[in-house]
């Protein structure tokens, strides 16, 4: 659909961009504000990121969630990508069905129920939380994002290439590796990337599944945030804010240069 | 072929219709992600079925009965005879459940229906523009998509609190202020805002492809603008409109973050019905009943989803 926008849909698209930008250019611009009143403009500063490294508390909860975020994302990427595999390429086989509403169902549930049940499966089986149970359920959870992005790049893959080199001789890995891989990679860098932002950005499952050592970012965020708005919080929401976007950006156009490049 | 050697319809991996198939490797491959699943997503769902039908007791974990492996057969008997429904009964019994059954509903098909007046004009403003300008604003959405949604629930604190920036450019212009912070009006805005980018990419998806032709041919046959708008487009984009609806009213019925941080005391929601239950109450039973309702409200609207995602790959 072509045919220019009009003056209503720039209006359209100015009013939606302004309402998806103002409260987060807000923020931004009030985490370098003096003042410890978040709506008072005191002046320019940059205290508020000085008191952020010495926050010790906050400093740990960033590095278990790095950590957590880096394993999770690694893990799911490797099993979301295995799955899009089966879902595109196996055809129908049994059971195929059931795997698909498993691939697809944590897209849209509440992350209440994901975090409640995951919770209690820990509980019964006896596992003390920590680390590796918020690691788990973050695996689970991008696990099916990783595997929606892999499948959508991977169904206008021309399999015939693959079949060629296994008609020429390469093992199955072997094809795989060195035609479909180095073809799929911009969408499995993509899947890493967003399986790695929203382990960093969950609060609710890692409420429910971590345990004492292992307080996350959000964790911590939200209990600050419960107790106000501090521009400290703005700060590292700052940070982060620009950490994701810098790599989303840098990704993007890593994709679109490849684009250009082989057409 | 593979080596196990079992009788061949019985492999589910094996391919129909491609006689010159691989080995289908893939297949196999897709087993470790699906007993994943199944161990972390499909057996949890399991345990809170079961926990909804046991009892609170003051115990670490607090429920009531336990499995107990040992005792064989008598104890797994013992244990289903202790299951009941109680937990059930209590929200059955208390309004205050019910209420928060129905508000839920409620904030995610108004909030819905807002997204999509919202949302439509962007979407559909953003496939009318020229190539570039059109990925330079498809990024432009996704990105708040991937920066963290507990920090824009959070930058809207700031603006909505009564000494908040909203206040403060309203005595500005000279008007009176409003008090928007722990109210409805604030979890709505909240649902909105977070939700946009989900509404936004399926609604652009189906516009972007529509050709230019048809809505010449809609004027070459007579069409007022709004009537081909009305009589070609919009019907051609309701596949984008029941993704988009889909995509946000089913997490949004159990949102936890925005009526927790946006809205009031007095907002009820089922997702913070099952955080209260759990944390503050412990009682783990009642906030696994929430959770079946929950779900068992849900599943019509998953499934549908499902297949709608389903046909959407294999239409590429």
């Not at chain 2, 009941?84 to 009964?89: G, I, V």
């Not at chain 2, 129905?102 to 559909?124: C, D, E, M, N, Q």
Request: proline fraction near 6%.
């Amino acid at each position: 659909m072509r045919r220019g926008p009009s003056a209503f849909n720039i209006a359209a698209i100015v009013l939606g961009m302004g309402f998806l930008y103002l409260p987060i250019v807000l923020l931004v611009i009030y985490s370098f504000n003096e003042s410890r009143l978040v709506t008072v403009w005191g002046g320019f500063s940059t205290r508020w990121y000085v008191s952020l490294l010495q926050n010790e508390q906050l400093l740990a909860a960033a590095w278990v969630t790095l950590r957590v975020a880096f394993v999770s994302a690694t893990l799911a990427t490797i099993l979301g990508t295995l799955a899009a595999l089966g879902l595109v390429r196996a055809g129908r086989f049994r059971g195929r069905t059931l795997f698909s509403s498993m691939t697809y169902a944590p897209l849209v549930m509440p992350e209440v129920i994901l975090g409640l049940s995951l919770l209690l499966l820990f509980v019964s089986v006896g596992v003390a939380r920590g680390f590796w149970t918020v690691m788990i359920a973050h695996t689970t959870l991008t696990l099916c994002y990783a595997t929606v992005v892999v499948q959508a790049r991977l169904v206008s893959f021309d399999e015939a290439l693959e079949e060629a080199a296994r008609d020429l001789g390469a093992p199955p890995w072997k094809a795989f590796a060195l035609v479909t891989l180095p073809n799929i990679a911009p969408a499995v860098a993509a899947a890493w990337m967003l399986a790695f932002t929203l382990s960093l950005d969950d609060l609710v499952i890692a409420s429910f599944t971590s345990g004492p050592g292992a307080t996350t970012l959000p964790i911590r965020i939200y209990s600050a945030v419960r107790l106000g708005v501090s521009p400290e919080i703005n700060a590292i929401s700052t940070l982060l804010i620009g950490l994701v976007a810098t790599g989303v950006i840098a990704v993007y156009l890593l994709n679109m240069r490849r684009r250009t490049a082989a057409p | 072929m593979s080596v196990t050697g079992a009788p061949r319809p019985r492999r589910p991996w094996r391919r129909l219709g491609r006689p010159r198939g691989s080995s289908s490797w893939e297949a196999r491959a897709a087993l470790l992600p699906y007993l994943w699943l199944g161990l972390f997503f499909f057996v949890p769902f399991l345990l809170v079925a079961k926990l909804s039908l046991s009892d609170v007791v003051l115990a670490i974990p607090p429920y009531a009965p336990r499995l107990d492996w040992s005792a064989g057969l008598p104890g797994l008997i013992a244990f289903v005879r202790a299951l009941d429904f109680e937990a059930y009964a209590r929200m059955g019994q208390d309004g205050l459940y019910l209420a928060a059954y129905l508000s839920s509903l409620k904030f995610a098909a108004v909030a819905t229906a807002i997204l999509l007046l919202v949302g439509y004009p962007l979407a559909y403003g953003m496939a009318r523009c020229g190539p570039s300008v059109r990925q330079a604003l498809l990024m432009a959405v996704i990105l708040p998509f991937w920066t963290s949604f507990l920090i824009r629930v959070y930058a809207w604190i700031a603006i909505l609190k009564p000494a908040g920036l909203l206040n403060m450019a309203l005595a500005q212009i000279g008007l009176p202020p409003v008090d928007i912070l722990n109210t409805d009006t604030a979890v709505y805005i909240g649902l909105v805002y977070a939700y946009l980018p989900f509404m936004v990419l399926p609604l652009y998806a189906v516009l972007e492809r529509q050709e230019a032709g048809l809505l010449e041919a809609a004027a070459d046959l007579g069409c007022t603008p709004f009537q081909s708008f009305w009589r070609v487009t919009f019907p051609l984009s309701l596949p984008g409109v029941a993704a988009g609806a889909l995509l946000c009213f089913i997490p949004m019925v159990g949102e936890f973050v925005i009526p927790d941080l946006l809205g009031g005391s007095g907002t009820l929601m089922l997702g913070k019905t099952i955080w209260t239950e759990f944390f503050s109450n412990r009682d783990w039973p009642a906030a696994s009943a929430v959770a079946i309702v929950l779900l068992a409200t849900l599943v019509i609207p998953i499934l549908l989803f499902q297949r709608q995602q389903t046909k959407m790959m294999e239409q590429r």
